[in-house]
């Protein structure tokens, strides 16, 4: 009997006081964590959106229109200035300055607002 109440005494410490297996009990409580982690509410998923960008201004545009300028300006001088050195090094930074400039230009006509209808 002594032996039963034992057995019996470790089978609830197993288990729980309710019967119920505790590896049961802790897998179900962590897919319940994990879904409550994987769920989220409608804000939570408008918060995480990223921002558009704003439409440009007409300030904006002239600043984009003004860089281009000097970019192609830079270009310019510094290709003359490839037409009247030999020297490596400065051939080497006008190449790379002339580089630079174009991929910026790229990258700001990629940024003028696209034209309407009525322009």
């Known amino acids: 009997m002594k032996r039963l109440l034992i057995l019996t005494a470790a089978g609830l410490a197993l288990t729980g006081c ?39 201004t007409s300030g904006d545009t002239a600043w984009i229109e003004a860089t281009i300028e000097d970019h192609r300006r830079t270009i310019s001088a510094t290709a003359l200035l490839l037409e009247r050195t030999d020297d490596p090094e400065v051939r080497r930074a006008a190449e790379k300055v002339i580089a630079a400039r174009r991929r910026e230009i790229a990258e700001l006509q990629a940024l003028r607002p696209a034209a309407t209808p009525d322009e």
């Open 18 to 56: 309710d019967g119920e297996d505790p590896v049961d009990s802790a897998l179900r409580d962590a897919a319940a964590a994990r879904q409550a982690a994987a769920t989220k509410t409608t804000a939570e998923i408008e918060a995480a959106r990223p921002a558009q960008a704003a439409p440009a």
